[in-house]
């Protein structure tokens, strides 16, 4: 362990995700094993700023796991884009002795991390965002969370969607990418999945929709918020098609909730791969897992490159349907 690594400090940033708080704990209790002090910056970057920041010990860290959110809080911070904001928490994390700092997020707040790096401070990310649209990562903190609460939704929207024969179509997040749709839809076994990848062709779903097989009593889309507005695609159905189709906005109730086993396991494992490459003095590193391996994916690959959302897997939606 090289000497100069005596403190670090640990925020969360961006949108909150599932499984934070257990990455929050899993990293505290790490670092004291490797007899580390730590610090953790509430609201993000923005209290990085402010030098707004709690002591964190294994005992704060107790009785976390299970909750959803973030105990450290999270907020966008447009200063820190600014060279002003970014000196400023260059100059509280010197106050502060910090030898290097960790960042729960999404890609947004990875763009911080090397901003950070690139001016000298060693730091590294988590991936931790509902959205799974990181780059170089098979997923991400909070993600199989939000599939889990989707597919419990859809399935409480089917009782109701067969029981009177009706059509639905339920939104789920999803700004820019289709991640979480297409593996909810497949999972929740929609009949189409709309997403921002694909260009939407109503008349082609309405049409299959017409002729949907006998005895058939629901029909259920999964559209992206990126794709179209729910409202927007049951209006065009319910023209097309001369059938009662109803709405439901998921909204904020997907990103909510207990951790699942997975993301509870996968922040155990980036948290001690963040802490040990601090140890090793990387930096500009993102944690990721790619197949079953922990690997540190770097940054330059993370940002200059677009998660896809795999085509078979969409295919194979559509062909179960
Ligand atoms: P999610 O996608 O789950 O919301 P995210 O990390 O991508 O997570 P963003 O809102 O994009 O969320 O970014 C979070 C914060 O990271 C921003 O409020 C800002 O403080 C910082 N950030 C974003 N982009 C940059 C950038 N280009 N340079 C420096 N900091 C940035």
Do not use: C
């Amino acid at each position: 362990m090289p000497d100069n690594i005596k403190k670090i400090a640990l925020l969360t940033s961006g949108g909150d995700a599932s499984g934070m708080n257990a990455a929050i704990r899993a990293t505290t209790r790490y670092a004291k094993y490797k007899s580390l002090e730590i610090i953790g910056f509430l609201d993000g970057f923005k209290g990085l700023i402010n030098n707004n920041f709690i002591d964190l010990s294994s005992e704060n860290v107790g009785g976390i796991i299970d909750r959803g959110g973030t105990i450290l809080y999270t907020a966008r911070s447009e200063e820190f884009k600014t060279e002003e904001g970014m000196q400023k928490a260059i100059a509280n994390l010197k106050k502060n002795k910090i030898d290097g700092l960790i960042v729960i997020g999404g890609d947004g707040s990875f763009r911080g991390v090397h901003d950070l790096h690139i001016r000298g401070v060693k730091a590294v990310g988590i991936p931790g965002t509902i959205d799974n649209d990181i780059a170089g990562t098979d997923y991400s903190i909070g993600f199989d969370t939000a599939l889990n609460v989707i597919i419990s939704l859809i399935s409480k929207i089917r009782d109701t969607a067969f029981s009177h024969d009706r059509l639905f179509v339920i939104e789920v997040m999803g700004r820019n990418s289709g991640m979480i749709a297409v593996h909810a839809g497949l999972a929740g076994a929609a009949d189409y999945i709309l997403i921002p990848e694909v260009q939407v062709d109503l008349v082609k779903i309405a049409t299959k929709i017409k002729n949907h097989r006998p005895g058939k009593r629901h029909t259920l889309i999964v559209v992206a918020e990126g794709a179209a507005k729910a409202s927007d695609v049951a209006a065009s159905i319910k023209l097309l098609v001369g059938h009662e189709v109803r709405v439901s906005v998921l909204g904020y109730i997907q990103r909510g909730g207990s951790p699942s086993a997975l993301d509870r396991l996968l922040s155990a494992e980036f948290s001690k791969k963040a802490v040990d490459l601090l140890l090793e003095g990387k930096s500009d590193y993102m944690t990721a897992i790619q197949g079953k391996e922990i690997v540190a994916v770097p940054l330059d690959y993370v940002l200059n490159n677009k998660k896809i959302v795999k085509k078979s897997i969409y295919e194979l939606a559509h062909i179960l349907s």
